[in-house]
T-cell receptor, first 112, second 111 residues
Framework: SQQGEEDPQALSIQEGENATMNCSYK?????LQWYRQNSGRGLVHLIL?????REKHSGRLRVTLDTSKKSSSLLITASRAADTASYFC????????????FGAGTRLAVHP | SAVISQKPSRDICQRGTSLTIQCQVD?????MFWYRQQPGQSLTLIAT?????????ESGFVIDKFPISRPNLTFSTLTVSNMSPEDSSIYLC????????FGSGTRLTVV
């Protein structure tokens, strides 16, 4: 069963605006990752944040992690039409097996 | 990170038949994982495949329906058996080797 829940399920914004997606999970984790998927194609790894980290940046992406609340957020700044995709969080739970449990995902639409 | 070649990329199959999906990794990896993504949904883990031992299946998935082979540290197959239209999904394999890598997926349609 899926561990995470994401909100919103769908987000529609204009180019240039910021997009924030949230993810919650249920158990202790080693790390949390964010992935992008365009139109049901392969997954693109965006960023990994470890359980002892609170914030991480990569280009226009900013990820925060609050292990006390078991939640994470992904912020995409200055969005572009090319950012239109589904975004998933995935957790690697403690246990060392490295299997990922995915959240439900957020469908982002960025309009020109 | 490792690179995974997954095939076929897509297939249309008749109900009652079986399809075997292959994943080849360009380096040795201890564990590989198989996921299913039903239309419009997120990814659900089917099983974890270790070399030299039987795969470990998640709740709701059974070996008779999704037999997995892991003959060596660079290769794995997932078979979707006795298919029905409900098996129409994207199937993805994954491995961890200095990072997380996913195959490009197999889009299966059962008619």
């Amino acid at each position: 069963s899926q561990q995470g829940e994401e909100d919103p399920q769908a987000l529609s914004i204009q180019e240039g605006e910021n997009a924030t997606m949230n993810c919650s999970y249920k158990t202790s984790i080693n790390n949390l990752q964010w992935y992008r998927q365009n139109s049901g194609r392969g997954l693109v790894h965006l960023i990994l944040i470890r359980s002892n980290e609170r914030e991480k940046h990569s280009g226009r992406l900013r990820v925060t992690l609050d292990t006390s609340k078991k939640s994470s957020s992904l912020l995409i700044t200055a969005s572009r039409a090319a950012d239109t995709a589904s975004y998933f969080c995935a957790t690697d739970a403690s246990g060392g097996y490295n299997k990922l449990i995915f959240g439900a995902g957020t469908r982002l639409a960025v309009h020109p | 990170s490792a690179v995974i070649s997954q095939k076929p990329s897509r297939d249309i199959c008749q109900r009652g038949t079986s399809l075997t999906i292959q994943c080849q990794v360009d380096s040795q990896v201890t564990m590989m994982f198989w996921y299913r993504q039903q239309p419009g949904q997120s990814l659900t883990l089917i099983a974890t495949a270790n070399q030299g031992s039987e795969a470990t299946y998640e709740s709701g998935f059974v070996i008779d329906k999704f037999p997995i082979s892991r003959p060596n540290l660079t290769f794995s197959t997932l078979t979707v058996s006795n298919m029905s239209p409900e098996d129409s999904s994207i199937y993805l394999c994954s491995a961890t080797s200095d990072g997380y890598t996913f195959g490009s997926g197999t889009r299966l349609t059962v008619v």
